[in-house]
């Protein structure tokens, strides 16, 4: 295998999940992000590899280093009747980057998309990270300004479910 050989795309096993973990925090980092602490760290790891996974997660292996991974899951579209899937973060890491591996992870999961029967494959993009919008926009995606991300978290949270 050449030194230049594209990393292989599979499903993510609980060994990878300490390289997955300092992905995430790399992530976090580049968002200007607290990343997961060790809790939700092992919080992560049950819910992508426990008894009864939350999401779905790949990753990118170049000979056993992981270089890139990607969570998601199962939504649904009530207006088309048909189910979506959601990309929650894609990430590879920067000195992997602009070698095709973030396309790849998108084909990868249209087809899923398609072989599921979803109507739809979704994501956000940070506004400000115009490199991506760039990147998505040249795999066909469309940057959706007309919808408004709402998130409820912390205090906010706990004051709404309990009423």
């Known amino acids: 295998m050449s030194i230049d050989a594209p990393p292989t795309l599979r499903r993510a096993e609980r060994g990878d999940l300490p390289q997955v973990i300092a992905l995430i925090r790399g992530l976090a980092e580049f968002e ?10 092992a919080r992560f790891t049950e819910d992508a590899c426990g008894p009864s996974p939350r999401f779905e997660l790949d990753v990118a292996d170049l000979r056993g280093e992981i270089v890139g991974y990607a969570a998601w899951f199962m939504t649904y579209s009530t207006f088309l009747a048909r189910p979506s899937l959601y990309l929650e973060d894609l990430y590879v890491r920067p000195d992997r980057r602009g ?36 990147f998505y926009r040249s795999v066909g995606a469309r940057i959706m300004t007309e919808w408004q991300g709402c998130r409820v978290e912390g205090d906010a949270l706990e004051r709404l479910g309990r009423g």
């Open 32 to 41: 200007k992000l607290p990343g997961p602490d060790d809790e939700a760290a």
């Open 99 to 134: 070698r095709g591996i973030g396309a790849a992870f998108l084909r990868r999961l249209a087809g899923v998309a398609l072989e599921r029967g979803c109507g739809r494959f979704e994501w956000t993009v940070l506004d400000w990270n115009t490199r991506a919008q760039k």
